[in-house]
């Protein structure tokens, strides 16, 4: 069986795009760890499933699943690769499109300038909802992993979230705490590991361990949860720039009981076929 996939990216962070209405496309875990696999198949940190809407309200049904072969609550820098991808393929003709997803519904919108923005939805500091095993709501939670000792907030964007401030992203210990916390007994789903640098109120750096796939060189819902912390944390503004590795996003958002919006690019790279 022969299945039309496209290589997308989102600030370097990327994927492997299906359209699952004009095509009847089932995948294993096994055939998806295969095809993300940067030698022997495809390669990319998430598989992007286009289905037909579960709902009449709404326009696409979206599936994300990580580069491990899991499928997954959320993904924003996928968001707006989604949301080209439906455009350039002719599955819509609207700017505003609504999806849902395995964590809830979404607003995409496309902008004059090509750029996508899309509306992320409430951010959940419930510790039941991230979730996080804890006994309350704190704004820093302390988590001990091996011989360290994190001081770190954290936030369902859909997905879990860890977010942590470091003085240089450049010397933080990604590799060494990324995993360690990602498959912390305090996070039951395992979760997303941000390590943030402020710079100013207005702008910060990150870098992301993604849960399931590693670090990657950017994470949409991770700019927001950095940011939505950073905010609670009143170390940010409403407005904030976010540098990755892969570049750069702008995060809006003023406070709880409103949504988050993020705005960033999405790029086509190329247009395949693989046998399955």
Not at 117 to 129: I, R
Not at 265 to 275: L, S, T
Request: hydrophobic share 40%; charged share 20%; glycine share 10%.
């Amino acid at each position: 069986m022969l299945v039309n996939f496209s290589k997308m990216h989102g600030l370097g962070n990327d994927f492997v795009v299906i359209d699952n209405i004009t095509q009847n496309v089932f995948l294993s875990r096994d055939q998806i760890k295969k095809l993300a696999d940067r030698h022997f198949g495809i390669g990319f940190d998430q598989l992007l499933m286009v289905e037909a809407p579960y709902s009449p309200d709404l326009d696409f049904h979206y599936r994300i699943f990580n580069a491990d072969g899991h499928e997954v609550e959320q993904c924003g820098n996928g968001a707006r690769c989604f949301a080209r991808f439906v455009r350039m393929k002719g599955l819509t003709n609207k700017h505003k499109i609504s999806v849902s997803t395995k964590s809830g519904n979404l607003t995409l919108y496309i902008e004059k300038d090509g750029q996508v923005t899309v509306n992320m939805g409430h951010p959940n500091f419930e510790p039941s909802k991230i979730p996080l095993k804890a006994t309350k709501r704190e704004l820093t939670y302390i988590i001990r992993a091996e011989e360290h000792t994190v001081f770190s907030g954290a936030v369902s964007m859909g997905n879990p979230h860890c977010v942590m401030e470091v003085d240089d992203i450049e010397t933080a210990q990604v590799s060494t705490l990324g995993p360690l916390l990602e498959n912390h007994e305090r996070f039951p789903q395992r979760a997303n590991i941000g390590f943030m640098q402020v710079v100013s109120q207005e702008h910060i750096k990150l870098r992301v361990w993604e849960r399931g796939v590693s670090e990657t060189l950017a994470c949409g819902t991770g700019a927001c949860a950095a940011m939505v912390i950073g905010f609670i944390q009143n170390k940010l503004t409403s407005t904030v720039q976010v540098d990755l590795p892969g570049g750069s996003l702008q995060v809006r958002w003023s406070g709880e009981g409103h949504p988050v919006r993020m705005t960033g690019p999405a790029e086509h790279v190329f247009d395949g076929q693989v046998a399955l």
